[in-house]
């Protein structure tokens, strides 16, 4: 995801993260050409979401240092997912449980399922797989 200056057309660059406050996280961008800025702001739900999927919330001692996004080892390892054919295989099994997940965070759940599996050597999501992220995600 990407936030674009409506002004200037350029990518907006991450400023700052508040820290949660309640359970809610905002962050800002600002445009390097003009300095414009947004803010951003997730709700506790949005927050709890995106941690479940064991992403870090805010830059660390080493995003900060190297002025990078929290988000950046998911995003790297997702676009090296692409470039190596894209996403992991699927059970048929697996993807008919996966049809149980509301739609509008289905996406979300299967990139977080399918770094999961990424993460601890599996080169296929079956109900096994399903079964560990569940576990490990708490849901």
């Known amino acids: ?9 350029e990518p907006m660059k991450m400023q700052k993260v508040i820290p949660p406050n309640g359970g809610s ?9 003009c300095s414009t800025q947004i ?15 064991g992403v870090e919330i805010g830059p ?17 390892e997702m676009e090296q997912a ?5 996403e ?14 509301p739609e509008f965070v289905r996406p979300m759940a299967r990139q977080g399922i399918e770094h999961y599996a990424r ?8 109900e096994r797989i399903l079964d560990e992220a569940r576990e490990r995600f708490g849901m």
């Open 1 to 9: 995801m990407k936030f674009l200056c409506v002004a200037c057309d």
């Open 25 to 33: 996280v905002s962050t800002v961008f600002a445009c390097p050409t």
């Open 39 to 53: 803010a951003m702001l997730m709700n506790p739900h949005e927050t709890q979401l995106v941690r479940s999927l």
């Open 60 to 76: 660390g001692e080493e995003a900060q240092s190297a002025g990078g996004c929290p988000f950046s080892g998911m995003v790297a």
């Open 82 to 86: 692409a470039k190596d054919g894209g």
């Open 88 to 101: 992991i295989p699927w059970t048929p099994e697996a993807l008919k449980r996966l049809e149980n997940v």
């Open 119 to 126: 993460s601890n050597g599996h080169a296929v999501v079956d």
